[in-house]
């Protein structure tokens, strides 16, 4: 484990408040899809990143303050507005994974482990959700063993959660990185692909106050991934697949779901809500009989879609 979350308010010098060494990351209280997350590595990047906090911040703090305006909070939690950000240690060595749960009745339960694959310049950005898992079985039964004991330290009951790890295999460490109470939305059709149903059913479940009865590998595929397609640098779109383009592919790759987030003419500069390293031109969805066989389709699927990326200059980039 590692030392919690600091909160950080923006003020004079900031950076004299973070009592953590380079490199570290900095991120606001409330975001999505590491949106505004920036990994500091000096007080160079720590400056870019606060002009570039306190520039869009108010995307999500705006609506996140007026929501917690309606809610009774304790006064620790209650002087953390959205525009406050955390900094957290780096704890990024080794491999990342989620576990999907929830506690009814006392009783903690994981149901499901995915694997998340980061790509790019200090592994920044997802690639891509897999599931199931293919860390060790012995490891993920420590993560669900820490995560039993944390969720019941906690007092949590009724209700689903999903828990960040990253696993270490060079000294076997198991580290924490945060806790989300609620299902995720990118899991839903790889437990559809691999266990038969969208894990909404356990939401419901617990809503109603009953026992979740989640089905176990009754889907059509063994292993399935929700694919980020990314770009690395600012670009003009000059070409994307047409709808019959699209629909011929959803023939040629079976249950396979794409979803295009730009148009020709558009720089993806333009795209909203991104990564502080890169843009997500599509989601691709995949199921397959095993991995060799998912990751040889996706990368045929890439190819297939001709997506092309220009320079000012008009020249191809990749």
Known sequence: MVEGPQPVRLVVDPLAEIDLAFPFWIKPVKSVSSYLAFRIRDQRDFDQALRTLRSEIDRLAVPFDHILGHARLPPQIAAVSGRHCIAEAEISRGRQCTLEGYVYEGEVVVYGV????????????????????????????????????????IGYDGAPFNVEYFWDPRDDAIRMLEVNTRISKSHCPLFKMVDGEYHHAVNLALGLGRRPDFPFRRGQHRVAAKFMLRHFRDARVARVPDAAELEALRARFPDTEIELHVAPGMRLSQLHVQDSYSYEVAVIYMGAPDQPTLLRNYARLVDAMNLVFEDDGGERVR
């Open 114 to 153: 995915f694997d998340s694959v980061r790509a790019g310049g200090g592994r920044s950005s997802f690639a891509r959700y897999q599931y199931p898992s293919t860390l060790p079985a012995r490891v993920r039964r420590r993560m669900a063993a820490i995560t039993r004991r944390f969720m019941t330290h």
